[in-house]
């Protein structure tokens, strides 16, 4: 039954991914005739969305640059526009000694008061994103002071020890723009300036942008001239585009599914680069109502749920199963045997539900594929339970909507990680007032949570925060507030015969190492 249901849901998802595309959908070069040395890529989605976004563009682009990014290798926190760091006064008070050299792409000096500007703008309004929220309360918490202490070091001041301060400022937390183009209402006054190899030429909003290589730039310098990005939201588009060879490679979480990047690998042209993803994708359950208001129902259908065949059967093995809710690509992540045991599944659901059958609602997003796929699946071996499940698949909007109210019983979402502060997950799911605790009507709370979070807060020792971190993921696997499923992979495909350096990194790809063979 299992191999028959692998290859019905390969099948129904190719049938899903072929009526993807939109009649009238363009595949040619929306820029016109590309340069004979300018690079055309394509991602799912717009990566330089526009003045009044948060990021107004992706790290992917390589346009701004981070005062701490991440080690690719280890996950932890590196330098990138600081060179150095100090933690001083218990986590009160660090200090940063910054990159010399460095220029924004209007031509002025990355000096420390260029920071001090980011961040007094930055304050200035809470913004959504559509990749994160930019609120400084989220990535400097509790800060009183941000001073220049001369022209490249930099002092940040906080009433509350800021431990893993470090953590919070990787890659979107601690984005750094040229001051001219910070607006009054934090927003921008025009195109995103900053300091990265590549500076935005044009950017049409759902269409493509235009990246030009950053000359003044202060290390190795951009391989390709000029790459465009186009916006192409339908994966059977790309699929065709690449294979047209209209563009030479995608980029960007979501690149390609699996199928397709597997079809297209065998095309001796192509190839395809994997690196762990920061996306984790997991079952949230209405711990608000009945079945799932019980530990015992959703520690059930976590038992239940054989992760090893979904991501055999949907991700072609580009995925790992996981039980935790942390990113793999945090360096805190705890592994945890991946378990399956449905004699123990069934024993506890009776417990809940007795000899008695109830209807549940599982809500998916209806424009992935994927979820849809996955849903039938999981509906199937749900039934096992005593639950007779209804699929209800909603645009992402009444999604939301009906998450937050808590029209649902199941439904499948997914998280990244915005930094490297694990605190930010921990809270977010597993406090009372957490945001996706709230968002998403799990209606979770545990006083060992509110405890090993509030001695996090100022517990210095590493090996004791360590442990602190561990047992946070040890009662996120026991309480199951939600049930993760896997960790996917950052899939990229490109066009081999004619491109190097090309490389799925973390987020996004090796932009600046992608050149011409």
């Not at 909507?401 to 997914?414: K, M, S």
């Not at 949570?449 to 040890?474: G, H, I, Y």
Request: with cysteine; glycine share 6%.
């Amino acid at each position: 039954m299992m191999r028959y249901l692998r290859v019905l849901l390969l099948f129904v998802l190719l049938l899903a991914l072929a009526g993807c595309g939109q009649a009238g959908e363009q595949r040619g070069s929306e820029t016109g005739k590309a340069a004979d040395d300018t690079i055309v890529l394509a991602a799912y989605r717009h990566l330089a969305p526009g003045e009044k976004d948060g990021f107004y563009c992706s790290r992917i682009l390589n346009v701004w640059e981070p005062l701490i990014t991440v080690n690719e290798e280890t996950g932890e926190p590196a330098p990138c526009l600081a060179a150095s760091w100090e933690m001083q006064d218990e986590g009160r008070v660090w200090v940063f000694r910054l990159r010399e050299g460095v220029r924004f792409h209007d031509g002025t000096d990355f000096t420390a008061q260029s920071v001090v500007d980011n961040l007094t703008w930055m304050g200035k309004a809470v913004r959504t994103s559509i990749f994160y929220l930019h609120n400084i309360n989220l990535y400097y918490p509790h800060l009183e002071r941000a001073e220049a202490l001369d022209a490249h070091t930099l002092r940040l001041t906080f009433s509350q020890p800021n431990i893993n301060q470090i953590y919070n400022m990787m890659n979107f937390g601690s984005a750094i723009y040229a001051p001219s183009c910070l607006a009054d209402d934090g927003g921008f006054t025009g195109t995103a300036l900053g300091t990265g190899p590549f500076r935005i030429a044009e950017n049409v909003k759902d269409r493509y942008v235009v990246l030009e290589r950053n000359e003044d730039y202060y290390g190795e310098k951009a391989r390709a001239q000029r790459i465009i990005v186009r916006s192409i939201p339908s994966a059977d588009v790309r699929f065709a585009a690449l294979k047209a060879e209209e563009i030479m490679g995608v980029m960007d979480i979501s690149a390609m599914p699996p199928v397709l990047a597997d079809e297209l690998a065998q095309d001796e042209r192509f190839a395809v680069s994997v690196s762990p993803s920061i996306m984790v994708r997991y079952l949230a359950f209405n711990g608000k109502k009945p079945p799932f208001d019980d530990v015992r129902m959703r520690r059930a259908v976590s038992l239940l749920l054989d992760r090893r065949q979904l991501v055999d059967a949907l991700y072609l093995g580009y995925a790992q199963p996981t039980l935790n809710i942390l990113s793999v690509s945090s360096p805190f992540y705890r592994d945890f045997p991946v378990v399956q045991n449905v004699a123990e599944a069934k024993r506890l659901a009776r417990e809940v539900l007795g000899d008695r059958r109830m209807e549940i609602v599982y809500m998916v997003n209806g424009a992935d594929p994927i979820q849809k796929g996955e849903a039938e699946l999981i509906a199937y071996w749900l039934a096992e339970l005593g639950l007779d499940v209804r699929i209800e698949a909603l645009e992402q909007a009444m999604q939301l909507a009906a998450l937050r109210r808590g029209d649902y019983h199941i439904a499948r979402a997914q998280q990244g990680l915005p930094n490297g502060d694990p605190i930010y997950i921990f809270e977010a799911f597993f406090m009372p007032k957490g945001a996706r605790n709230k968002a998403m009507s799990l209606g979770y709370e545990n006083p060992e949570v509110q405890r090993l979070l509030k001695d996090l807060s100022t517990e210095t020792d590493p090996v004791v925060r360590r442990a602190a971190f561990d047992r946070l993921q040890e009662i996120g696997v026991e309480d199951q507030p939600v049930a993760p499923l896997y960790f996917d992979e950052n899939i990229v495909v490109y066009n081999a015969a004619r491109l190097t350096g090309y490389r799925a990194l973390r987020y996004g790809v090796s932009l600046a190492e992608v050149g011409w063979r």
